[in-house]
């Protein structure tokens, strides 16, 4: 199954209408899984109140918080 499949069951936050990460642990957490995927560096970042995943793919910086309890890219 393919991680952005995955639930996400971490707390989250909203900030500026996007849904978050509430925790860096947990987004450490997620950002391994998505790195192992994509075969890239993905690191966590603080973005208003809450934690988002950051990484280059294709040459293209990414970042991704959650909708629905799915990873979602904000970008």
Known sequence: MTVFAMSVFDATV???????????GAAK???????R???????????????VLRGEVDGVERRWGILGQRLKRLD
């Open 37 to 51: 995927e994509l075969d890239t560096d993905i690191t966590v970042e603080k973005f208003g109140t809450g934690w």
């Open 29 to 35: 957490g997620w950002a391994e899984k998505v790195a």
């Open 14 to 24: 909203i900030y500026e209408g996007n849904e978050l990460f509430k925790g860096q």
